[in-house]
Protein backbone atom coordinates (compact mmCIF):
# COMPACT_ATOMS: atom_id res chain seq x y z
CA UNK A 1 0.00 0.00 0.00
CA UNK A 2 1.65 3.61 -0.84
CA UNK A 3 -0.27 7.03 0.04
CA UNK A 4 0.76 10.29 -2.08
CA UNK A 5 0.37 13.56 -1.23
CA UNK A 6 1.15 16.14 -3.65
CA UNK A 7 2.17 20.07 -3.34
CA UNK A 8 3.86 22.98 -4.60
CA UNK A 9 1.10 23.84 -6.96
CA UNK A 10 -0.08 27.65 -7.56
CA UNK A 11 -0.42 30.31 -10.00
CA UNK A 12 2.80 31.23 -12.35
CA UNK A 13 3.11 33.55 -14.86
CA UNK A 14 4.03 32.12 -18.58
CA UNK A 15 7.91 31.62 -18.66
CA UNK A 16 8.07 31.27 -14.54
CA UNK A 17 8.61 27.34 -12.56
CA UNK A 18 6.96 25.15 -10.11
CA UNK A 19 8.31 22.31 -8.74
CA UNK A 20 6.44 19.71 -7.33
CA UNK A 21 6.73 17.34 -4.76
CA UNK A 22 5.07 14.05 -3.65
CA UNK A 23 5.22 13.02 -0.53
CA UNK A 24 4.55 8.82 -0.32
CA UNK A 25 4.33 6.90 2.49
CA UNK A 26 4.42 3.03 2.82
CA UNK A 27 7.43 0.22 2.85
CA UNK A 28 7.10 -0.48 -0.50
CA UNK A 29 7.93 3.03 -2.27
CA UNK A 30 11.60 2.35 -3.18
CA UNK A 31 10.20 -0.31 -5.12
CA UNK A 32 7.96 1.35 -7.46
CA UNK A 33 8.33 3.31 -10.73
CA UNK A 34 6.43 6.94 -10.09
CA UNK A 35 4.61 9.12 -13.05
CA UNK A 36 3.21 12.66 -13.02
CA UNK A 37 0.03 12.87 -14.78
CA UNK A 38 -2.47 15.56 -15.39
CA UNK A 39 -5.60 16.81 -16.61
CA UNK A 40 -6.85 20.26 -17.96
CA UNK A 41 -10.43 21.16 -17.87
CA UNK A 42 -12.58 19.03 -20.10
CA UNK A 43 -9.64 16.84 -21.25
CA UNK A 44 -8.63 13.22 -20.37
CA UNK A 45 -5.78 12.91 -17.90
CA UNK A 46 -2.26 12.48 -20.00
CA UNK A 47 0.68 11.37 -19.24
CA UNK A 48 3.71 14.05 -18.20
CA UNK A 49 6.74 11.83 -17.14
CA UNK A 50 7.67 8.57 -15.53
CA UNK A 51 10.67 7.96 -13.52
CA UNK A 52 12.39 4.10 -12.77
CA UNK A 53 12.51 2.89 -9.12
CA UNK A 54 16.31 3.47 -9.26
CA UNK A 55 15.93 6.69 -11.33
CA UNK A 56 17.46 5.20 -13.99
CA UNK A 57 15.19 5.05 -16.59
CA UNK A 58 13.18 8.58 -17.25
CA UNK A 59 10.55 9.51 -19.88
CA UNK A 60 8.39 12.60 -20.91
CA UNK A 61 5.62 13.60 -23.02
CA UNK A 62 6.37 15.30 -26.08
CA UNK A 63 4.63 18.20 -24.73
CA UNK A 64 7.34 18.68 -22.06
CA UNK A 65 10.24 17.20 -23.01
CA UNK A 66 13.56 19.88 -22.38
CA UNK A 67 11.06 21.89 -19.93
CA UNK A 68 9.62 19.31 -16.90
CA UNK A 69 12.43 17.28 -14.65
CA UNK A 70 10.94 14.20 -12.53
CA UNK A 71 13.63 12.89 -9.85
CA UNK A 72 13.08 11.21 -7.09
CA UNK A 73 14.86 10.65 -3.56
CA UNK A 74 14.00 7.28 -2.29
CA UNK A 75 15.81 7.77 1.32
CA UNK A 76 12.73 10.56 1.93
CA UNK A 77 10.42 8.81 0.19
CA UNK A 78 9.49 11.91 -2.06
CA UNK A 79 9.14 12.53 -6.20
CA UNK A 80 9.44 15.68 -7.52
CA UNK A 81 8.57 17.42 -11.07
CA UNK A 82 10.90 20.76 -11.64
CA UNK A 83 8.75 22.67 -14.48
CA UNK A 84 10.42 25.26 -16.61
CA UNK A 85 9.31 27.31 -18.91
CA UNK A 86 5.69 26.88 -18.36
CA UNK A 87 2.76 27.23 -20.77
CA UNK A 88 -0.41 28.87 -20.55
CA UNK A 89 -0.86 25.37 -21.97
CA UNK A 90 0.28 23.44 -19.07
CA UNK A 91 -2.42 24.33 -16.90
CA UNK A 92 -4.04 21.38 -15.42
CA UNK A 93 -4.36 19.11 -11.80
CA UNK A 94 -1.20 17.34 -11.24
CA UNK A 95 -1.13 13.58 -9.85
CA UNK A 96 1.62 11.53 -8.85
CA UNK A 97 1.12 7.77 -9.17
CA UNK A 98 3.04 4.62 -8.29
CA UNK A 99 2.87 1.37 -10.33
CA UNK A 100 4.98 -1.73 -10.89
CA UNK A 101 6.87 -0.35 -13.96
CA UNK A 102 7.89 2.69 -15.15
CA UNK A 103 5.30 3.44 -18.06
CA UNK A 104 2.89 6.21 -19.66
CA UNK A 105 -0.27 3.93 -19.54
CA UNK A 106 -2.41 5.54 -16.51
CA UNK A 107 -4.05 1.95 -15.89
CA UNK A 108 -1.15 0.57 -15.41
CA UNK A 109 -0.86 2.53 -12.20
CA UNK A 110 -1.99 1.09 -8.87
CA UNK A 111 -2.49 4.46 -6.48
CA UNK A 112 -2.45 7.89 -7.04
CA UNK A 113 -2.93 11.04 -5.04
CA UNK A 114 -5.44 13.82 -4.96
CA UNK A 115 -3.92 15.97 -7.31
CA UNK A 116 -2.23 19.84 -7.27
CA UNK A 117 -3.75 22.64 -9.31
CA UNK A 118 -1.33 24.18 -11.42
CA UNK A 119 -2.23 27.51 -13.11
CA UNK A 120 -0.36 29.25 -15.94
CA UNK A 121 -1.15 32.81 -16.91
CA UNK A 122 -0.40 34.39 -19.85
Known amino acids: QVQLVESGGGLVQAGGSLRLSCAAS????????MGWFRQAPGKEREFVAT????????AYADSVKGRFIISRDNANNMVYLQMNSLKPEDTAVYYC???????????????WGQGTQVTVSS
Open 97 to 111: AASRTSTWRAEEYDY
Open 26 to 33: GRTFSRNA
Open 51 to 58: ISWNSVYT
